[in-house]
């Protein structure tokens, strides 16, 4: 489990240490097997990008070159005749209401969990550990019925909930082996003087917990951005749709316009790139530590 | 310090906790417990519902196609297992060896891993698209243009073409977790065994091999469970098609409950999805924890 935690700390020290006689056909082998896997993730987001600015005709007989002119107005008409600008900001909306919620309801958890002892805390912690075994797909038919019995259907703010509700038993599971760790002295003092416990979460155990609800943060969001069956089923009014619901559609409306098509997924696709380029070693980190945890 | 404090502490910890378990047990705990009810039930309409006992499981499991539908389910998750394991051991343990590019390396293969799913499925479905795709063409360079054959409507081909799929979108985590794993060995140990062979081999075998099967529990309980998640794919590639090929247990819960509005069945297969990931990851997580004391 430790294994991610200690990798970059691994890393630096590795950097110079590290030149041992390899041959060098090996050295070329290794190099080629690096390069093909790298071309094989590539190639198809290139030929995505190219395609998405080639005429109709240029796709079926110019497939591997560049475009002779590039065709930038299929973006437009993406952008404008697909109504992904809407479908992002719904999934904008969607995915903040998803974070406030899930890092409000799991951070105060993991904090009377790390903090207090009470008599129902072993079984109240398994009990929400447990939720790491439910996959969303057994409960979406009742949430289904229920929804529709509520009137909730086309509720962003209750597809928010529901994505957060899922997230809190890994969330409280990250953040309550993260608060363990902070020493304790801190709040010792802090209660001598007179401070609250509210008061001491809010700006002792929240701010030293920065790292841990960041991690949460981002599996929440790369899930609850992502995600597809909750909301397909949610969502039906096309002003609320989100953005993997909202390229489906898209896609069915442009089945046959394969250039608009494929500008349509790299615009869909900008948001998750533009959100890796400014985080990319945090959320390596965090979906490799999910991964484990999970 | 505690005497002063404690009286007001049961409510802190009320205050701190209930929220939170309000948002979990109301959204997560209560329509699993619904679902239950649920598949007990068959709909004659929306507000007309009979109560059927288990009938709706002897159905199910009366269904060849329920059965082909964990046959499938076994295939993805052993199939996807075992590519992740491989693929991600060999590029894991080249990067570590930080030859020149391993860095871009390292960014690039995480790229699929952030990518909407659905947009990663159309992107694969308009590569072996026959229309306008890459690998029509690129089978004609390399000579092979008459065996193409588009993969998806075949139904051997099509569950294969599935599992490299989810392969090539996830092996990045994997190829992070052997990364970490190699840079976390002790190196000196590592440098011995590559300049004397023989004991070498025999260091290599100790350290490797039980890192390799390390990360390789991890993997296999994450495709065993995610493998009960796979809809997203499933759904924008083939909506488990042709002919059930590729219908994984939440494809085949959708299809049910959503398709044929047969909500009682489709809550059987739910709490069946269920039943399966509970199970699955309770026993690995005895069974390894076993292995690990001794």
């Not at chain 1, 970059?8 to 190099?31: C, D, F, N, T, W």
């Not at chain 2, 290599?204 to 309980?221: E, F, G, R, S, T």
Request: glycine share 6%; hydrophobic share 55%; net charge positive.
């Amino acid at each position: 489990m430790n294994i991610v935690k200690t990798a970059s700390y691994a890393e630096k020290s590795l950097a110079r240490k590290h030149r041992k006689p390899v041959s060098r056909g090996s050295i070329i082998a290794m190099q080629l097997v690096l390069a093909v896997w790298g071309l094989l993730v590539l190639l198809p987001l290139v030929w995505l990008v190219l395609s998405s600015l080639k005429t109709q005709k240029e796709l079926t007989y110019n497939v591997w070159g560049l475009p002779s002119v590039f065709q930038f107005k299929n973006y437009l008409i993406a952008w404008t005749r697909g109504y992904l600008g809407r479908f992002m900001l719904n999934s904008v909306y969607t995915t903040a209401v998803s974070i406030i919620i899930s890092v409000a309801c799991s951070t105060t958890i993991a904090y009377a969990l790390s903090r207090f002892n009470f008599k129902l805390k072993k079984p109240l912690y398994y009990l929400i550990i447990a939720g790491m075994m439910i996959p969303i797909h057994s409960a979406v038919i009742p949430l289904y019925v229920t929804a529709m019995k509520l009137d909730m259907m086309n509720s962003r703010v209750a597809l928010g909930f529901i994505y957060a509700a899922f997230r809190i038993p890994i969330s409280v599971f990250i953040l309550e082996s993260f608060m363990i760790s902070i020493p304790k002295e801190l709040e010792e003092c802090a209660i001598i003087d007179g401070c609250s416990y509210p008061r001491i979460f809010w700006s002792i155990i929240l701010p030293l917990s920065r790292d841990g609800i960041l991690t949460i943060t981002i599996l929440t969001s790369l899930t609850s951005w992502n995600e597809l069956l909750v909301s397909m089923l949610m969502l039906g009014r096309p002003e609320v749709k989100t953005l993997p619901i909202g390229v489906m559609g898209f896609i069915a409306e442009f089945a046959s316009q394969y250039t608009l098509l494929c500008a349509g997924l790299v615009i869909a696709s900008v948001p998750n790139i533009i959100f890796y380029m400014l985080l990319q070693e945090r959320i390596v980190k965090g979906m490799t530590l999910g991964a484990v945890k999970g | 310090m505690k005497s002063g404090i404690a009286k007001g502490r049961g409510r802190v910890i009320a205050l701190f906790i209930i929220p939170g378990l309000l948002v979990y047990a109301i959204l997560v705990l209560y329509p699993l417990i619904q679902g239950f009810a649920l598949s007990t039930e068959r709909w004659v309409t929306v507000v007309k519902r009979n109560p059927v006992g288990l009938d709706n499981y002897r159905r199910l499991f009366n269904n060849s196609l329920f059965w082909n539908s964990l046959k499938v389910t076994l295939q993805f998750m052993v199939g996807t297992t075992f590519l992740q394991v491989v693929v991600g051991f060999f590029l894991g343990y080249f990067l570590y060896k930080q030859m020149k590019g391993y860095r871009f390396y390292k960014t690039l293969y995480f790229i699929p891993v952030v990518l909407m799913t659905v947009a990663v499925g159309f992107i694969w479905n308009n590569i072996l698209s026959p229309s306008f795709g890459l690998l029509k063409p690129f089978m004609n360079a390399i000579g092979l243009g008459e065996l193409y054959f588009p993969p998806l409507a075949d139904p051997k081909l099509s569950l294969l073409t599935l599992i490299l799929t989810e392969a090539w979108r996830v092996v990045g985590i994997q190829v992070m977790m052997f990364y970490a794993g190699f840079m976390n060995m002790p190196q000196d140990v590592l440098e011995m065994a590559t300049i004397d062979g023989a004991s070498g081999i025999k260091l290599i075998w100790h350290m490797v091999i039980p890192l390799v099967w390390d990360i390789a529990k991890m993997v296999i309980i994450l495709q065993l469970t995610g493998s009960l998640r796979a809809f997203d794919l499933v759904y924008v590639m083939t909506k488990g098609g042709p002919n059930h090929a590729t219908e994984l247990l939440p494809m085949h819960m959708f299809v049910h409950a959503f398709e044929n509005f047969n909500i009682g069945i489709g809550s059987a297969v739910a709490v069946c999805i269920f039943i399966l990931s509970m199970f699955f990851t309770v026993l690995l997580r005895v069974l390894m924890k076993r292995e690990s004391l001794q």
